[in-house]
């Protein structure tokens, strides 16, 4: 029987680039598929309060609660393009462009959500959505059908 040699052992070795590029992986994977959006809670809201203390001066805020979402509502009766904005009935589309211009230009960007009925054209609807974006409104979203 052969006795094992204690005094000729090979020291491990211990290889960092693989650790490194593990690391280096996770970082590339957790970095691509984290959010960047702002987070709810930043966004200007009905239950949003000043903050208390700071100076005297005061801002001229528009109050939020008051723009929360806009909601143009389309219709059609005897051919003819009916818009409501938030429950107010408006004659043209430059006139519903020309309120959202007055809107936005005070300071909030809330969202606006265009609910045509079935009857309303492609073409109607359309130039609602341009007026609201030619008015400076990012968001401008159209309403989805619940039971679809």
Not at 45 to 66: C, F, K, N
Not at 111 to 120: F, K
């Amino acid at each position: 029987m052969k006795v094992p040699q204690t005094g000729n052992r090979e020291t491990m070795e211990l290889k960092m680039t693989p650790m490194i590029d593990v690391v280096f992986l996770l970082l590339v994977f957790f970095v691509w598929t984290s959010s960047f959006e702002l987070p709810e809670f930043d966004l200007p809201s009905a239950i949003a309060e000043t903050p208390s203390g700071g100076t005297s001066v005061q801002s001229q805020a528009a109050p939020a609660e008051a723009f929360d979402e806009l909601i143009v509502r389309l219709s059609t009766r005897e051919g003819q393009l009916l818009i409501r904005f938030n429950e107010a009935s408006i004659d043209t589309v430059a006139d519903l462009g020309a309120q959202l211009t007055k809107i936005i230009s005070i300071g909030v960007q809330p969202p606006i959500i265009i609910d045509p009925d079935d009857d309303v054209t492609m073409n109607d609807a359309v130039r609602v959505y341009d007026a609201a974006r030619d008015a400076g409104a990012d968001r401008v979203l159209f309403a989805a059908d619940p039971e679809s």
